[in-house]
């Protein structure tokens, strides 16, 4: 007899229906989890849980932010006082400072809030994604192809179609194009990365390409698209973008609990009840609109998309994908580095795609070099 | 109590590739035992439990969970009846013991529902089954293997779910550590739930194991007891080596001993 190997050994906890439960655990207090505060309506079966560290964290990049952003309205060719940009954003003070403040910093200050918030967020959604924290939208080619169809329009190439849905053409040509040239190795892995790199350098010769053929004038109009600037964008394409942000970051929070569990192999994402394909798919789109999107306002800033979730993955614990964190991280480093280019060598102004270039170049090598962490 | 679930497959080919690895197979679990999945690299036994689990889509012939084709089933439902071990699950870095534990809770939760009385007590209860309470808080990279895997055990005990699928839980561990992770798989077997795991080594299979189903090419060969179907015969039919079959004097399990390879190749 096989009694020695198949004796129980402990309670083990059966699989019984909740009902059962409830009268077990009805007379206990639930704790929350540690690091967690929770509310709940047990009456109405409801329970919601608030991670501190993440409370701490969104209420700390929110007050940087801020703070950026009055910094970003008083600096510039003339330097106002903090009090003066927060009363005339109030609609006190006088003209002068008024329309300096509302006319030409603040649309710059809510397109450069705007752009970085769905880089980075698109960034963050990719790497969860591909589960590889090098796998932002500007690595895999999204960004150049948003680009180049963008500079198509411009240059005359294509018919007049506005820029963002040209972007979001181009983007929508680049993201299928690299998960198509990956196809089979999945999107884990370096090939899907050297896929998307060999589609971004292919969109980037073509940009390139359409600006040695047309005249000077022309070229110059679409120079800024080409390296990232935040210098008199449209404002149609920035509406445009706040209604995607807002909508985009909705539907991110609302995948929150799948991205988490993304970040597992699929089989035990799958295994824990989340529909992997179809969840990845949605994952997938909302990435690729919010960096088309954003392109469309400010170029290829694609770097931002890198930086931004790094900053909040430092800061957050490992229990949650940080979207909120990231999203608020890569606003602060658009203000700050949009702010720096202004203002560092004025009057020349360096553009915000190549102060981000300057800051996020050395950040991949970092990235690269130091030991592989498995945390997407 | 619930009644016990009944798990099968009806005429289920499936393929690996552009091969087809599993041919109009149909097999029924045993309930409330541990069924035990062996045989040669590449017969398949990885497939079949990729496809009683859903992660990949039958060619034809469909899994029946108490006679209901899964593939119709929403995950998230299918998630609450039957919980899997990957091969070599990895968890993000960082995590604790009871942070992975919990994870085992989502199907069970939602927006509204992120933390009840029943969660907490089953994770507790889950902590205690896999006798874990004493490293809760650790990182889940500061365990040993066997550590590790009873986490992992224990995250699919908290799913609550009357069905278990593991593959090859034990693939990564030394000896002292696959007992750990067999003694738990009995005491989850000994309280009512069906257990069903692939293994590579068939004397593991033999001794842990109430059922054991051997396959080849895509095809069982025999299932049963596996008393009653290990023979030196089935032994060079599944791995082409001759052996010599003992009766574990302890357990009364089949013991394979003197294993060489067959003069004449099958």
């Known amino acids: ?376 | 109590m619930t009644s016990l679930p009944t798990l099968s497959t009806d005429a289920l080919s499936m393929s690996y590739g552009q091969r087809q690895v599993i041919h109009e197979l149909g097999v029924s679990l045993p309930s409330g035992q541990v069924t035990a999945i062996v045989g040669p690299n590449g017969c398949g036994k990885s497939t079949l439990l990729s496809g009683l689990a859903r992660l990949h889509k039958p060619d034809c012939g469909a899994v029946l969970l108490n006679g209901h084709d899964i593939a119709q089933m929403p995950a998230r439902q299918l998630a609450t009846k039957l919980a899997l071990l990957p091969q070599e699950a990895v968890a993000p870095e960082g995590l604790t013991v009871t942070e992975l534990i919990r994870f085992g809770r989502q199907p069970h939760q939602g927006w509204l529902r992120q933390w009840s009385a029943e969660d907490q007590q089953v994770v507790h209860h889950a902590l205690a089954a896999a006798g874990l309470e004493a490293l809760s808080d650790r990182p889940l990279e500061a365990l040993s293997g066997g550590q590790r895997q009873r986490a992992w055990i224990a995250m699919t005990i908290a799913q609550q779910t009357p069905l278990l699928l593991l593959d090859e839980p034990t693939s990564a561990l030394d000896l002292g550590h696959q007992i750990e992770v067999f003694e738990l798989v009995r005491d989850l077997a000994c309280q009512g739930r069906t257990v069903v795991m692939v293994l590579h080594d068939l004397a593991s299979a033999c001794r842990y194991a109430d059922h054991l189903i051997a396959m080849r090419d895509g095809q069982i060969v025999a299932q049963g007891a596996p008393a009653e179907v290990v023979t030196p015969a089935l032994v060079r039919e599944l791995y082409q080596v001759e052996c010599t079959l003992l009766l574990d004097p302890d357990t009364g399990s089949p013991l394979l001993a003197n294993v060489r390879r067959a003069s004449q190749p099958a």
């Open chain 1, 1 to 376: 007899m096989k009694m020695t190997a198949k004796q129980s050994m402990s309670g083990v906890v059966l699989p019984r229906t909740s009902t059962a439960y409830q009268e077990e655990v009805s007379a206990q207090a639930v704790a929350a989890p540690q690091g967690y505060w929770r509310a709940a309506l047990p009456r109405y079966g409801v329970s919601v849980l608030l991670e501190k560290r993440a409370v701490a964290v969104n209420i700390g990049l929110s007050a940087a932010l801020m703070a950026a952003c009055v910094l970003y309205l008083s600096l510039g060719s003339v330097t106002l006082s903090p009090n003066a940009v927060v009363a005339s954003l109030i609609g006190q003070g006088d003209s002068m400072t008024a329309f300096m403040v509302q006319q030409l910093r603040l649309p710059r200050l809510i397109a450069a809030c705007f752009t970085g918030a769905a880089f980075a967020l698109a960034g963050v959604l990719m790497q969860t994604l591909a589960r590889n924290r090098l796998a932002t939208p500007g690595i895999i080619g999204i960004d150049n192809g948003a680009t180049a169809f963008a500079v198509a329009s411009i240059v005359g190439v294509g018919v007049g179609i506005a820029p963002p849905a040209m972007a979001l053409a181009g983007a929508t040509t680049a993201a299928v194009l690299t998960f198509g040239l990956a196809a089979g190795s999945g999107t884990q892995g370096y090939r899907f990365i050297v896929a998307g790199i060999g589609v971004g350098a292919v969109f980037g010769a073509v940009t390139q390409l359409m600006l040695a053929r047309v005249a000077i004038d022309t070229a110059n109009a679409a120079y800024p698209w080409t390296v990232g600037s935040l210098n008199a964008r449209p404002a149609s394409a920035v509406q445009l973008l706040g209604i995607g942000l807002a909508l985009g970051l909705v539907a991110a929070l609302a995948l929150a609990r799948s991205l988490t569990l993304l970040r597992f192999k699929d089989a035990t994402a799958s295994g824990l009840g989340t529909s992997v394909k179809a969840r990845r798919l949605q994952v997938l789109l909302l990435s690729v609109v919010l960096t088309a999107l954003a392109v469309a306002v400010a170029g290829p800033v694609g770097l931002v998309a890198l930086i931004g979730p790094e900053i909040a993955r430092s800061l957050s614990s490992a229990r949650h994908v940080p979207i909120l964190a990231a999203t608020l991280a890569g606003a602060l480093v658009m203000v700050l580095a949009d702010l720096a280019g202004r203002t560092l060598f004025a009057p020349i102004e360096i553009p915000v795609g190549i102060v981000t270039a300057v800051v996020g170049g050395p950040w991949l090598l970092w990235i690269l070099m130091r030991p592989q962490r498995s945390r997407p």
